[in-house]
């Protein structure tokens, strides 16, 4: 990789780190906002709901935006956008503020996924390598984010990891301005005569793998969401000197820390094999670890999380990928808004309907429902193969 690839894939890596630590630092603060504004899980599976909605509604305008502004352009609102919006969640006073606040970060945070993707699709050569690195960047963000709202929370106020955040993405913002060359001043043929660039949009396998995708992000939600929760009220005899919220915080970010593992291996698998081929056994292979989950205490508990988390998150890699081979240059930003869209926006729907079978049954019942919805993902994924 050259230099300028270098630059870009370390912002784009910063910027992922911080957008999945901004969105999963609420679901670890769970156990905590309940009680501060005394409401329920089935308030506040619907809290999260509105906030990854947002995250994810955004992504379609952005991604139609990519083509007209640069992929530059964007990542730039999306990194002082969300500056503003996390320093307005940490002085949030009440409910409701708090509520439009988040609601806001995640508009604002659902910028930066067609515009960091897009910017290493098109401008970085190893593209398959070069998302499995902007993808451990994610897991980092995954793994800091819980770790650093429930600490800060403990030791300062669960306020305290917002306004850190909004300053780190800050300072990100001001080295894109000076690091980052705007797209035309770094224009590469050998990227431009690239075969993915030229590439006709695949309509027909698109639409397949969006369906198997937009299972998968509502998967991704319904786990995240309620894990932290899940892990506070099922490890108490395991390491019990440790109290339950900073539980609901650790052991969440063990799993996306070893969903780094699982990124490095779509991206060893991507590279060796037909990405589209393979889908339907890394979905597979989510399946018992969600029931597992759902059974499990104690250390067996921490054990299969992690396994859930090298399944999933192998996925990521190879999915982006996926959309850089069925879609044309010129429409890879709508592209990768429309997954995202799909995937977090309608996704997120797992927040809320997740929240009302916890309040009514309880999460044991959410990972096992999580487990079995993915069995038509399998079916979609395999007509994605025929497709192509």
């Given at each position: 990789?050259?230099?300028?690839?270098?630059?870009?894939?370390?912002?784009?890596?910063?910027?992922?780190?911080?957008?999945?630590?901004?969105?999963?630092?609420?679901?670890?603060?769970?156990?905590?906002?309940?009680?501060?504004?005394?409401?329920?899980?089935?308030?506040?599976?619907?809290?999260?709901?509105?906030?990854?909605?947002?995250?994810g509604?955004?992504?379609?305008?952005?991604?139609?935006?990519?083509?007209?502004?640069?992929?530059?352009?964007?990542?730039?609102?999306y990194?002082?956008?969300?500056?503003?919006?996390?320093?307005?969640?940490s002085?949030?006073?009440?409910?409701?503020?708090?509520?439009?606040?988040?609601?806001?970060?995640?508009?604002?945070?659902?910028?930066?996924?067609?515009?960091?993707?897009?910017?290493?699709?098109?401008?970085?050569?190893?593209?398959?390598?070069?998302?499995a690195?902007?993808?451990?960047?994610?897991?980092?963000?995954?793994?800091?984010?819980?770790v650093?709202?429930?600490?800060?929370?403990?030791?300062?106020?669960?306020?305290?990891?917002?306004?850190?955040?909004?300053?780190?993405?800050?300072?990100?913002?001001?080295?894109?301005?000076?690091?980052?060359?705007?797209?035309?001043?770094d224009?590469?043929?050998?990227?431009?005569?690239?075969?993915?660039?030229?590439?006709?949009?695949?309509?027909?396998?698109?639409?397949?793998?969006?369906i198997?995708?937009?299972?998968?992000?509502?998967?991704?939600?319904?786990?995240?969401?309620?894990?932290?929760?899940?892990?506070?009220?099922?490890?108490?005899?395991?390491?019990?000197?440790?109290?339950?919220?900073?539980?609901?915080?650790?052991?969440?970010?063990?799993?996306?820390?070893?969903?780094?593992?699982?990124?490095?291996?779509?991206?060893?698998?991507?590279?060796?094999?037909?990405?589209?081929?393979?889908?339907?056994?890394?979905?597979?292979?989510?399946?018992?670890f969600?029931?597992?989950?759902?059974?499990?205490?104690?250390?067996?508990?921490?054990?299969?999380?992690?396994?859930?988390?090298?399944?999933?998150?192998s996925?990521?890699?190879?999915?982006?990928?996926?959309?850089?081979?069925?879609?044309?240059?010129?429409n890879?930003?709508?592209?990768?808004?429309?997954?995202?869209?799909?995937?977090?926006?309608?996704?997120?729907?797992?927040?809320?309907?997740?929240?009302v079978?916890?309040?009514?049954?309880?999460?044991?019942?959410?990972f096992?429902?999580l487990?079995?919805?993915?069995?038509?993902?399998?079916?979609?994924?395999?007509?994605?193969?025929?497709?192509?």
């Amino acid at each position: 990789m050259n230099r300028i690839e270098k630059t870009i894939l370390a912002i784009t890596g910063g910027s992922h780190l911080s957008v999945h630590a901004l969105m999963l630092a609420l679901p670890s603060l769970i156990p905590i906002l309940m009680n501060e504004f005394d409401i329920g899980l089935d308030i506040l599976g619907l809290v999260v709901t509105i906030s990854a909605f947002m995250f994810g509604f955004g992504a379609i305008p952005s991604g139609w935006m990519e083509s007209k502004l640069g992929g530059k352009t964007l990542l730039l609102l999306y990194l002082f956008g969300s500056s503003f919006s996390a320093f307005l969640v940490s002085i949030s006073n009440s409910f409701y503020l708090l509520v439009f606040s988040l609601g806001l970060l995640g508009l604002s945070s659902s910028i930066y996924h067609p515009a960091g993707l897009t910017l290493i699709s098109n401008r970085v050569h190893l593209i398959t390598k070069g998302m499995a690195v902007h993808g451990i960047f994610g897991s980092t963000g995954s793994a800091i984010g819980p770790v650093l709202a429930t600490t800060l929370a403990f030791f300062i106020s669960w306020r305290a990891s917002y306004a850190t955040l909004a300053f780190f993405n800050l300072a990100l913002g001001i080295a894109t301005i000076f690091l980052i060359p705007s797209r035309e001043k770094d224009i590469d043929n050998t990227l431009i005569n690239n075969n993915r660039d030229i590439n006709e949009t695949n309509r027909i396998a698109l639409i397949f793998f969006y369906i198997t995708n937009m299972i998968m992000g509502f998967t991704y939600y319904g786990f995240t969401t309620f894990m932290p929760i899940h892990f506070a009220e099922n490890t108490k005899e395991f390491l019990p000197f440790i109290p339950d919220t900073m539980k609901a915080g650790i052991f969440p970010s063990f799993v996306f820390l070893s969903g780094i593992i699982g990124q490095i291996i779509g991206g060893k698998l991507g590279t060796r094999f037909n990405r589209i081929a393979i889908l339907p056994y890394i979905i597979a292979a989510n399946i018992p670890f969600l029931i597992l989950m759902g059974y499990a205490e104690g250390v067996l508990l921490i054990f299969c999380s992690l396994g859930l988390g090298m399944a999933h998150f192998s996925n990521q890699p190879i999915s982006n990928t996926i959309i850089a081979e069925l879609t044309h240059s010129n429409n890879r930003g709508i592209g990768y808004g429309i997954n995202f869209f799909l995937s977090m926006g309608i996704g997120s729907l797992a927040a809320m309907i997740g929240g009302v079978i916890a309040t009514n049954y309880d999460t044991t019942i959410v990972f096992i429902s999580l487990g079995f919805l993915l069995i038509p993902a399998i079916l979609t994924s395999y007509i994605l193969i025929l497709k192509t």
